[in-house]
């Protein structure tokens, strides 16, 4: 079975410094892993997504996460936070072959200027 | 449409009525998807359409819960009897393939929230 561990369910940054959620997995198999984000009264947004080609993944409005097999991780990163950035955010695993996404518990960011 | 659209966006009904939630998929997207979020958690599978044909329900909490896409484009959930722990976010999404992998992607509504008194 596949699950999702979100280490910090808040962090709170300031404007301009860097950003880290932290996420770690367990699959069976080679999985794709994504991030999404959830604004106040709004569906949930896909940042990024990794499917098995390239280990670091590049995103929307500027965040990039690295898939590091031998520590079972997918931390999500920017170099600066943005005021616009503040929101929850849930980092997910999909079965290889099927259809279901299981979602991690989601870190909720704060940026205070 | 533009993107998945849900409805009610809120719903607030006593315990025991029954409440039928709506989801408008993406035109042309093939799945569709329905998960439940509750307070301070990740949304939780609840089942998946391909076209009209519901292949999976393995998430649904119990026979009070069901789904349906008779057309293979508008899906229902309904849910019988209600109760107070029934009180949920229920999430729809769509995607243009099937699976998780390669370049498929799950596009999600806003949701409709559920309060049961």
Sequence with gaps: AQS????DSHVSVSEGTPVLLRCNYSSSY???LFWYVQH????????LKYTSAATLVKGINGFEAEFKKSETSFHLTKPSAHMSDAAEYFCVVGERYGNKLVFGA????RVKS | GAGVSQSPR???????????LRCDPISGHVSLYWYRQALGQGPEFLTYFNYEAQQDKSGLPNDRFSAERPEGSISTLTIQRTEQRDSAMY???????????????LTFGAGSRLTVL
């Design chain 1, 4 to 7: 999702v561990t979100q280490l």
């Design chain 1, 40 to 47: 106040p009264n709004k569906g949930l947004q896909l940042l």
């Design chain 1, 30 to 32: 080679s999985p794709s």
């Design chain 2, 91 to 105: 999430r729809c999404a769509s995607s243009l393939g099937q699976g998780t992998s390669g370049a498929n992607v």
């Design chain 1, 106 to 109: 989601g870190t909720i960011l």
């Design chain 2, 10 to 20: 809120y719903k607030v009904t006593k315990r025991g009525q029954d409440v039928a």
